[in-house]
């Protein structure tokens, strides 16, 4: 396969073009970040130039551990090396009750554990468990959230930018503001309500809860025989300094969803996390069995990356890591907010970080914003994304559709010298976006005249 790769990696954008997605391969070129990644080690990335690269992506989050760690190198190749019975369908499988037993212990006030193939899958299944144990249809989700593409999963994603052209979507899904616990009570005050489904900080935007929310949802779901589902796909696993998210906040959630970070970044995986109550309502005899699952859900080797995950993880204390990196990194950036007017505010936990921008009060800036708001919301974070990777080699992205804040969502691997060159690079990017006119302020007229020329 690496010769192949070798081979043909010169051909990969006629091949998307041909084959896959050409309107992506468009994207990529137009904001120049087609330069043929050949690759990946721990947080860096190498370009067909053999440049480096620091990766503040890690693949929508699932490389915590970051790429081809040693460890989960040798866990995949020992599974493919032993000739294990996988999924046999009519066994149970060893790897899976040791990957639930382990993570179990993270989380000692549930009990059972079912495996899926995406965090989309574990939405999707947890809409299924919610309705089925308590007899009720609704679901209440918060705006803005994300859970997923699916259907069920998309039918609790508050984006409309995701939701537009496929509906009608699944009937019975109810939004609530986030952070807003009056709306929550008047939602589950009907008692119909099967569950609520929320991230603990929400991935689009890196909005925070306030304290009181999580511990007052809780209370709200157990007042109105509510199930209380944190969705932790992208929060959990060490990402904000914590094994979950909800650990911050005291919240013990009924179900727990996890995945990203669990594959190791290679092989699929997914769990739901949830209480014996809840999975006995389900699979409460044995005819139903099997009323719910998924062909590959308990395959040796995504089993076996999640048990791999879960001991470098352990060994070179990553979630330890992920709170006191991203605690000095917010502190970093947070002292540059004063300095640069068009900085709003720096938020998250660990290495979860949300960097918001916002309007200047200075005329010729608010003129130079208004342009690019007017060509497309959300439009200016580009301006700092695209310096950041073609000048400091930093891979971000920004937190959403229309979105003014830039998240950062690194390895937990990231180290003091990684945090001085995220550093160093935003002030740099962010001080030449005050200049105008400028270098910056050019790529924004660039910009702006890609997003007319689309929208013509």
Known sequence: MSQLFADRQAQRSALHNRYLNEQFVRVLKTI??????QKGQGQYLYDREGARYLDLLSGFGVFAIGRNHPVMREALKSVLDADLPNLVQFDVSVLAGVLAERLLKYVPYLDKAFFANSGAECVEAAIKFARGATGRPGIVYCAHGYHGLTYGALSLTGDSNFRTGFEPLLPGCTP?????????????????????????????????????????????????????????????????????????????????????????????????????????????????????????????????????????????????????????????????????ELMKEVRGKGLMIGVEFGPPKSLRLRASWNVLETANKGLFCQLITVPLFKDHKILTQVAGHGSHTIKLLPPLTITEEDCSWIEKAFDDVIAGSHKVPGAIWSLGKTLVDNAVRRSA
């Open 176 to 340: 609530i503001p986030f952070n807003d616990l009056a709306a929550l009570e008047k939602a589950l005050a009907s008692r119909e309500v099967a569950a609520f489904v929320v991230e603990p900080i929400q991935g689009k935007g890196v909005n925070m809860p306030t304290d009181e929310f999580l511990p007052g949802a809780a209370a709200l779901c157990k007042k109105y025989g509510t199930l209380f589902v944190a969705d932790e796909i992208q929060t959990g696993m060490g990402r904000t300094g914590r094994f979950l998210a909800v650990e911050h906040w005291n919240v013990e959630p009924d179900m727990v969803l996890l995945s990203k970070s669990l594959s190791g970044g290679h092989v699929p995986v997914g769990a739901v996390l949830t209480r014996k109550a809840i999975f006995d309502k389900i699979f409460n005899q044995m005819d139903r069995a099997v009323v719910h699952g998924s062909t590959f859900s308990k395959n040796d080797l995504a089993m076996a990356a999640g048990i791999a995950t879960l001991d470098v993880m352990e060994s070179e204390k990553l979630i330890e890591s992920a709170a006191k990196r991203g605690a000095e990194l917010r502190l970093a950036l947070t002292r540059m907010v004063p300095g640069y």
């Open 32 to 37: 120049g970040y087609d330069v043929g990644f």
